[in-house]
């Protein structure tokens, strides 16, 4: 694994070094119950790009997902039949891989380092290309979506960070880093969208608590009577 990025790390800071810095990213999550809240449940952390500037031909970004005070201290990463060694990671818009038609059509790459779901966990994601690009002008959208089932009450963020192992600085620190402005953080809370209020949740709709079989009939012992 580590021989991949040794042999193209010549063509990679190539690249880097010669782009200006315009080039945006933040992250969000959703869904939100309400403004920088979410729920205790099955969660999506966004990263957005808006690249203003020139057609690049790598971008690296790594991140770090924890709870500043510690009140989260695991989380689940669900099998979402996506990409990464946990198949959590939803890349679209450009992103995938070459095989799947993304921008860049050396190398796409999903790395987690600490990611057994005992925070922080760590991650970064990598494009390499010769002839494909990130191209410009598409405006602000979400290119990397993490899946999380949060379990917990509290705070949780996520922020940009340097590599852990210095020998790979390199990928993450050469000129121009993109700006993220982090951390981004919300409150994780337990979340009920119950419609008859018989303690069971709206199917579908990120709630805390169990799904009810009838949704619009108050049935706290679930029962089906048809």
Known sequence: MKLCYFIVIPALILFVFSNANAITVRADANPQVAPDTIPAALVYIDILINNDDIARNALSMPFVI?????SITEVIHPNMHAYGPDSS????????PPSDGGFFD????????????SLPDTFFYVGLGFSDVFPTDLGEQTYIRVALQIEQEGTLCIDSMDHPNDSYDWIFQPPPVPDFNGPYCWTVT??????????YGDPGSNSTCPDDNCPYTYNPDQNDAD
């Open 89 to 96: 990671f939803i890349l679209q818009n450009g992103f995938q």
């Open 106 to 117: 050396l190398l796409t790459h999903i790395e987690v380092w600490s990611w057994e779901g």
């Open 190 to 199: 337990y979340y009920c969208q119950d419609s008859d209020n018989d303690g």
């Open 66 to 70: 924890y709870s500043p005070d510690e």
